[in-house]
């Protein structure tokens, strides 16, 4: 299965942008990269995925290498409540869907 | 739209003891997981089912069992409950259709487990 690496922690001031990046330099051609987020005391929940182009919605963008090697996710304006530990996980086009979580980095947001 | 529901919310168990968590979903999704988070650590994948009939161990398998009788439901059985089993304990699902790979994952809001 393919692994992901992500730093442990990270601190960013609130209304400002925040960078979360994101490794995985054995992905396969068709695995898609998706991103989560748990907040204090939830079960995580989804934020975006991408295959090969950069994605936006509505909670934030994800950018994504030429050579698919790492993934950048950005948060445009942090607020407190981005306050969370922000998972980043490889999901196979098909197959057995094994959906293993890392460490994940820990997001504190300073007033 | 009730989404991923997992029951109980809370459990003391006593050291020996089973009991089935249960987790049900109204989306029609194909994949359903489960997954335990000890205090400060990450999620450890325990079971996964991509579909009815069909289920295949994670990464922390030992010590519990699962059934995907149906679409909607993937109970999680603990047999003889041990203190390393004390987590909490998530349920999510993801998948409907052919493009289901492209799903994300919806995520129930957890059974806090106690063996004491």
């Known amino acids: 299965d393919a692994k992901t690496t992500q730093p442990n922690s990270m601190e960013s001031n609130e209304e400002e942008p925040v960078h979360l990046p994101c490794n995985h330099s054995t992905i396969s051609g068709t695995d898609y990269i998706h991103w989560y987020r748990q907040l204090p005391s939830q079960g995580p929940e989804y934020v975006i995925h991408g295959l090969t182009s950069n994605v936006n919605n509505r909670m934030a963008s994800l950018a994504i290498a030429e050579d698919r090697k790492s993934s950048t996710l950005i948060l445009h304006r942090a607020t407190l409540r981005d306050a969370a530990v922000y998972y980043c996980i490889l999901r196979a086009l098909q197959g057995a869907q094994k959906l293993v979580f890392g460490q994940g980095t820990r997001l504190t947001i300073n007033p | 739209n009730a989404g991923v529901t997992q029951t109980p919310k809370f459990r003391i168990l006593k050291i020996g003891q089973s009991m089935t968590l249960q987790c049900a979903q109204d989306?029609?999704?194909?994949?359903m997981y489960w997954y335990r988070q000890d205090p400060g650590m990450g999620l450890k994948l325990i079971y996964y089912?991509?579909?009815?009939?069909?289920?295949d161990k994670g990464e922390v398998p030992n010590g519990y069992n699962v059934s995907r009788s149906t679409t909607e439901d993937f109970p999680l059985r603990l047999e003889l409950a041990a203190p390393s089993q004390t987590s909490v304990y998530f349920c999510a699902s993801s998948g409907q259709g052919p493009l289901s790979y492209n799903s994300p994952l919806h995520f129930g809001n957890g059974t806090r487990l106690t063996v004491t």
């Open positions: 989306m029609n999704h194909n994949y």
């Open positions: 089912s991509v579909g009815a009939g069909i289920t």
